[in-house]
């Protein structure tokens, strides 16, 4: 997709972080809005950001960990702008902690939002973004946490991963379509990830858990701006990577070393 004047972008986490820059950034260049989030007031901010500079944005409350919540979204949108041709996928919280701390309730609340709020998009949105037959794009926020398995993320590591696979496959699926794919996988970025906990439903609260120290970010922290500007460019020439952080090649590195070495040498 090389021009976004007069497509729908929805971004779900579009109230923070990067979300939001992602949501400003369609819209500077001329894309309507579709925000999704929990977050009342950061949605109507920065729909107010998009209209108070002439762009056009609507607002859905949305939980993407539910399903029907989803499907109402994309009736919305529709409804709202007739089109959809550009999902993010980027709402996600994270809980640290070593696996062996990790609860049921950690588990359920991670991965409802980071794996099935990603499926919840692509069930609700991708049937009707095909029959569109106007092209599109998919991006899903994974995290560098889903190429590198750092200590002590060990149940956001899982979701990120499994994230990073099913857009690897995504992408190969919906080429015939003209549906392009983009995971982001930065390492730090200055938002509100480590107060994911305001958004944590009381159901999936844990008073007891046994919670270690947030994990040190390693590299630089990039803002927000910096990380919707590379997914910008990255639906332009349709690239399936966005590693926002060159620190990331030597991890990299290390672990496709560790894998060749474990390969037997005929
Ligand atoms: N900040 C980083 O360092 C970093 C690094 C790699 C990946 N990421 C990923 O980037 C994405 C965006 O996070 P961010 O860093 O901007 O954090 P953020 O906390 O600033 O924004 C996340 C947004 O998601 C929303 N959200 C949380 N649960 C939701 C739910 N169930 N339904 C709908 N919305 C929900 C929050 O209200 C918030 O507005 C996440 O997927 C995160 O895992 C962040």
Not at 71 to 97: D, P, R, T, Y
Not at 147 to 155: C, D, K, S
Request: charged share 20%; proline share 4%.
């Amino acid at each position: 997709m090389d021009k976004f004047r007069d497509r729908v972008a929805v971004v779900t986490g579009g109230a923070s972080g990067i979300g939001r820059a992602l949501a400003l950034a369609f819209a500077r260049e001329g894309a309507k809005v579709i925000l999704a989030d929990l977050d009342d007031p950061g949605m109507a901010e920065v729909a107010q950001t998009i209209k108070s500079g002439g762009g056009q944005a609507v607002a859905v409350r949305t939980d993407v960990s539910d399903l029907g919540q989803v499907e109402a979204l994309a009736e919305k949108a529709w409804q709202a702008f007739g089109a959809v041709h550009i999902l993010c996928n980027n709402a996600g919280v994270a809980v640290s902690g070593g696996l062996e701390a990790a609860t049921r309730k950690d588990w359920q609340w991670v991965i409802g939002v980071n794996l099935w709020g990603v499926i919840h998009g692509l069930l609700a949105f991708l049937p009707r973004i095909i029959a569109q037959k106007q092209g599109g794009h998919i991006v899903n926020t994974a995290s560098m946490a889903g190429l590198i398995a750092t200590q002590g993320l060990g149940v956001y590591n899982t979701t990120k991963y499994a994230v990073v696979g099913l857009s690897e496959t995504l992408v190969k699926d919906l080429k015939p379509y003209g549906i392009g794919v983009s995971v982001l996988c930065p390492m730090g970025v200055e938002t509100r990830i480590l107060e994911s906990e305001r958004n944590r439903p009381s159901a999936l609260r844990d008073s007891d858990a046994k919670r270690g120290e947030p994990v040190p970010l390693i590299g630089r922290t990039l803002s927000p701006e910096e990380v919707a500007a590379q997914v910008l460019a990255a639906i332009r020439a349709n690239q399936l990577y966005v590693i926002t952080h060159a620190e990331g090649l030597e991890p990299l590195r290390h672990r496709f070393q560790r894998m060749e070495q474990a390969i037997p040498k005929a």
